[in-house]
């Protein structure tokens, strides 16, 4: 965590008891299986959808114990579990693997969380109909929505799959299958041209059929707008600032589990709670309060 980010440390402790009516907490336990629906409901009432990722079957009953809507088996596990440099090198039955772990753990425990999983790179591009196949396989391992990656370019292929009954969320922004193209994990959307890129891409999104919307690394001004003029697509954070209607970040990363520099947009909830279930729990809390992310101290 850098050091700028100390003094936020102290709010995202164990969870006290004057969580937000209505809001998931580890203390309400599970409830009604979490749906496109119910996440509309959320989002209507004013209240932050919480996402978090997970690769295995423990891990993933934790998190929907602590309350947290939807988990995401991410390609991210490339580089948190297989130690790989960047997401690029994933294959598609690894994914397909882990979403089984992480299906099962929700059923072990009777879980509500929604699970959406991460198509790897290049599992995707070549068709509308090679999109289609992979997201079978993941279907079928458990998954309940497909995350793509990239822009205009892959709205045809949200439209198909959407029409064929496969749930998308789609990903713009900083997009790491993308950053060798990218040149690094850099912010983006920071000049006029390139935020009226991304507000052009989004809407196109949004008329695909894309339920939900990750943006990554983008000023949290802009996020703010485009979750503003997206009504049918709920938008998911990392490093995006406050104004979106959901967060997300890496498992790992937010249990402090990092050998290296850790992300701007991260805070170790784990340090302040006594248990990985009361780290997830805080982290829960205080996005639903508004207390996290801190757009002064996690965003651009």
């Known amino acids: 965590m850098p ?64 309350g947290v809507e939807c988990i995401l088996v991410g390609d991210s596990l490339g580089m948190v579990c297989q130690g790989l440099p960047s997401t690029v090198g994933v294959q598609l039955d690894t994914m397909a693997y882990h979403s089984a772990c992480v299906a099962r753990g929700l059923h072990r425990v009777q879980g509500s969380a929604w699970l959406v999983a991460d198509l790897p790179y290049g599992s995707y591009a070549e068709s509308r109909e090679q999109a289609l196949r992979s997201a079978c396989v993941l279907m079928q391992a458990g998954a309940q929505m497909v995350k793509l990656e990239g822009g205009g370019w892959t709205a045809p292929t949200v439209e198909f799959l959407v029409q064929r009954g496969v749930p998308v969320c789609a990903h713009l922004g900083l997009t790491p299958q993308s950053v060798h193209a990218l040149g690094g994990y850099r912010v983006q959307g920071k000049t006029d041209a390139g935020a009226r890129t991304l507000r052009q891409q989004a809407r196109e999104l949004q008329d695909a059929g894309a339920a939900l919307l990750v943006l990554e690394m983008v000023p949290a ?11 049918h697509c709920h938008t998911i954070g990392i490093g995006a600032g406050n104004g979106t209607a959901g967060q997300v970040l890496v498992l790992h990363d937010m249990l402090g589990m990092n050998l290296g520099k850790m992300p701007r947009f991260v805070h170790n909830f784990m340090q302040d709670a006594g248990s990985v279930h009361g780290a997830i729990a805080a982290y829960v809390q205080a996005v639903k309060q508004g207390r996290f992310p801190d757009d002064a101290l996690h965003a651009w």
């Open 221 to 231: 001004a802009l996020a703010r707008d485009i979750t503003d003029a997206l009504p």
């Open 3 to 66: 050091a700028s980010a100390a003094p936020c440390a102290a709010p995202y402790g164990t969870p006290s008891p004057a969580a937000p009516e209505g809001a998931h907490t580890a203390a309400a336990g599970r409830g009604a299986p979490v749906s496109l629906p119910r996440l509309a409901q959320l989002r209507a009432a004013g209240e932050k959808i919480t996402m978090l990722t997970a690769y295995d079957a423990t891990f993933a009953a934790l998190a929907d114990a602590a």
